[in-house]
């Protein structure tokens, strides 16, 4: 389900913890337990510093997990820019603002083999998708939405060093196959994901039992998109593009989608930011 403007939950509320989990990256814990009903895993949340108006646009910050028990969201984000910087000044007890869940999340499409594929901060909608996928947990305030549909997720995980690894420990606790690379050779092989995800495809299994799910850098996800697409497996991409709004108004996140002779620019925010990785135009 898709929420749109008039469906999102805006609140301003205390931080229950803003804790850094890597080289500039934090999880931002609130305690929102209508949000935290309501939201699937891929959907995302506007958030600002209501403490001044500079900037005084919000910016979409990816659900990461949901407690549902008490009620908390984490939504994890990199520290880069003044709004990501303002956020991470914040404490526990500060007022923080946001406004969701907004936009298209990933398909609860059964499937044997879930594979996700995160290029630096790509990670964050992983973990909630992999806890439905794997039936530990249901997300949505419909019912109806399928839980436990895969027998195995993988996670193939690139960043520039090891310091910015975040969350590695979590997946592995849900038990998700973990597979690190880092650009400098500091943990795992100094190669690209996508090379990850070659060595991953390359056992022989059949590829109509395998799903593939891609965040991270707009290049990243174009090169995984071509090895799906040359596989003939299916392939979810949540683009990255950066809004202003988050609801649709403003037009500054559209992407193109569709064929060559034939597109369109969809907004990433209302009808993303999950999309086909076959209808995406890269260029």
Not at 87 to 103: R, S
Not at 238 to 263: H, N, Q, R, Y
Request: negative net charge.
């Amino acid at each position: 389900m898709t929420y749109f403007a008039d469906h999102a939950v805006s609140v301003v509320t205390p931080i229950v913890s803003n804790d850094l989990i890597a080289k500039q990256t934090r999880c931002l814990r609130v305690r929102v337990p209508e949000m935290a009903r309501r939201v699937t895993p891929g959907q995302f949340f506007m958030v600002r510093n209501p403490n001044g108006n500079d900037p005084l646009i919000g910016r979409a910050f990816a659900l990461y997990d949901v407690a549902l028990g008490s009620g908390e969201l984490e939504l994890v984000y990199i520290v880069k820019g003044k709004l990501t910087s303002s956020v991470a000044q914040l404490k526990a007890g500060d007022p923080i603002a946001l406004w969701g869940p907004l936009g298209n999340g990933f398909p609860a499409t059964p499937v044997q083999h879930l594979i996700m594929v995160a290029g630096g901060i790509g990670q964050t909608p992983f973990l909630a998708l992999a806890k439905e996928a794997l039936g530990q947990q249901q997300f949505g305030d419909s019912q109806s939405r399928l839980t436990g549909y895969t027998q195995r997720v993988s996670l193939c995980y690139g960043v520039r060093s090891a310091e910015y690894l975040a969350g590695v420990e979590s997946f592995r606790e849900v038990g998700v196959e973990v597979h690190l690379a880092t650009e400098d050779g500091s943990i795992g092989p100094a190669e690209r994901v996508d090379k990850l995800l070659e060595r991953i495809l390359d056992d022989g299994a059949p590829n109509q039992s395998r799903r593939i799910v891609c965040c991270g850098p707009e290049p990243m996800m174009e090169a995984i998109a071509k090895i799906a697409h040359a596989q003939g497996i299916a392939c979810q991409v949540s683009l990255e593009t950066p809004m202003a709004c988050g609801i649709g108004i403003c037009f500054t996140c559209v992407a193109k989608v569709g064929s060559t002779d034939d597109w369109d620019y969809k907004r990433t925010c209302v009808e993303g930011p999950v999309f086909e990785s076959t209808d995406i135009l890269w260029h």
